[in-house]
């Protein structure tokens, strides 16, 4: 039986019985009587070793696979008397299909993120990276059928918009007016200001209020100056919206779909763990293990705020009813208090956009955070706000004009019913699922202050 790691390195199986790997190149170790190369085609972390016997009529072109260089290999695969891996392929012949400047950056060393970055498009051939992007890949694929098994539309949302999802005004400019142009809005190529989009919710809830269950994923921008490790200009989103879904069905299925994710994660990348576990964060499985099996508390923000203060920890911003927790208050319930998810619902009036349902206290809204252990907030929704006349009087409360948004309010008008959704940050769960640090490192090429290269 071939060992599931390094099935996906052989390409073919020959009628005689032999075998033919393909890949890169990542060392190459010569001895008296033959030579021992490591290939790997990134499908898995573990290479392929390749016995290559020096009295090969092939043998002349040894010198000349340099690490990095991509070769095909031809032979028998055996059980390997070493310990280090249970197969390896006895070369035939081999050939080399591109060979490796000897200048080739990636080297059998340790290479930094930092560094990485700078090489954005050699990076995913690290066991690193390659690991990242597996579970990247894998994670999108559970994020659409966790979806799809609960009867939900995939529904895409516009990239560029005219709408302000959030009224925050951190967004990105369209435009094809020359630099400097003093010309009216009119004139430019949509004939009104238009912008990435910061949020497919909007245009989300459309659908809901006419199919039910959908859900959106896909890039999403936001033209915040920040260059923290949580943050990037472009990220991608997963945002579902349900018509007659209030704000406890809203938790009930953020909470499924945060451990429906971890326990594909467990069951499909079960050696990229172990690869994060050992050289990331030795506190990931258990970390995330334990978020899978314990239930999530719920606790409002009132009572979350009162936990905070009677604590008696001194945290670096102060905590005080209506102010925004922090990632250190999230992570001190989540961590230190519960010792277990939580969601935080019912959120300050005055924290939240104009979409969110307001509660009968007149000083809250049926929003919610879920947080969880190692991260803090993973995801964020609410009960949107079905009432006509409260939804226009909240709009005009944050500055916007509702004749701006009559779209949006006209789906109060004929048939409104109450409906919630939520925002999962893609990039922000993978940061939590491989214990890697710094957003720029879980997404293919990362665009933030500065930098917006390849």
């Known amino acids: 039986m071939i060992s599931p790691d390094i099935r996906n390195l052989l390409a073919r199986t020959s009628p005689e019985g032999g075998v033919t790997a393909q890949g890169w190149v990542r060392t190459r170790r010569d001895s008296k009587a033959c030579t021992f190369i490591e290939i790997n085609d990134g499908s898995c972390l573990r290479g392929l ?6 009295s090969l009529s092939c043998a002349g072109l040894y010198p000349k696979i340099l690490t990095g260089a991509s070769i095909r290999v031809m032979g028998d695969l055996v059980a390997s008397p070493g310990g280090k891996q249970a197969f390896e392929l006895l070369a035939k012949d081999l050939e080399i299909i591109g060979e490796a400047d000897p200048a080739y ?33 894998r994670m999108a694929h ?5 979806f799809q098994e609960r009867g939900f539309f995939y529904i895409h949302t516009p990239i560029i918009t005219s709408s302000d999802c959030e009224g925050a005004g951190e967004m990105f400019r369209v435009t094809t007016l020359p630099q400097g142009s003093t010309a009216k809005p009119e ?17 989300g809830e459309v659908f809901a209020c006419a199919m039910g269950k959908i859900y959106t994923f896909g890039p999403t921008f936001r033209a915040e100056n920040s260059n923290t490790a949580r943050h990037a200009a472009e990220f991608w989103m997963i945002e579902p919206e349900m018509a007659f879904y209030d704000l406890e069905a809203d938790m009930t299925l953020a909470e499924e779909h945060i451990k429906y994710l971890l326990r594909v994660l467990f069951e499909t990348c079960g050696e990229e763990l172990e690869f994060f576990n050992k050289f990331v964060d030795k506190e990931l499985i258990a970390r995330l293990q ?10 409002t923000y009132t009572e979350a705020v009162d936990l905070l203060l009677k604590s008696g920890r001194k945290f670096e911003y102060p905590v005080e009813w209506g102010q925004n927790l922090q990632s250190e208050h999230e992570r001190f319930l989540a961590e230190e208090h519960f010792k277990s998810p939580v969601t935080v619902y019912n959120y300050p009036r005055s924290l939240k956009p104009f979409y969110m349902r307001q509660n009968d206290d ?44 009559r779209w949006y309010s006209d789906l109060r ?17 993978l940061m939590f699922a491989t214990g890697v640090g710094n957003i720029r490192d879980v997404i293919p090429f990362a665009r933030t202050p500065g930098h917006a290269d390849f």
């Open 187 to 203: 004139a430019d190529f949509f004939g009104k200001p238009a912008y990435l989009t910061v949020s497919g919710q909007l245009q």
């Open 362 to 405: 007149g000083r809250t809204v049926a929003a919610m955070d879920v947080l969880v252990p190692g991260i803090g907030e993973i995801i964020g929704g609410s009960q949107r706000e079905e009432r006509l006349e409260l939804l226009e009087a909240a709009m005009i409360a944050q500055g916007l004009n509702p004749e701006t948004y």
């Open 49 to 54: 070793q390749v016995v290559a016997d020096n």
């Open 142 to 146: 559970a994020v659409n059928t966790f």
């Open 105 to 137: 950056p990636l080297q059998k060393k340790g290479h930094t993120t930092e560094f990485l970055r700078e090489i954005a498009h050699l990076r995913p051939r690290t066991n690193l990276l390659g690991s990242v992007f597996r579970v990247r890949s």
């Open 290 to 299: 334990h978020t899978l099996d314990s239930p999530f508390q719920r606790v």
């Open 413 to 429: 008008r004929y048939g409104t019913v109450p409906h919630s959704g939520y925002g999962l940050g893609f990039e922000r769960f």
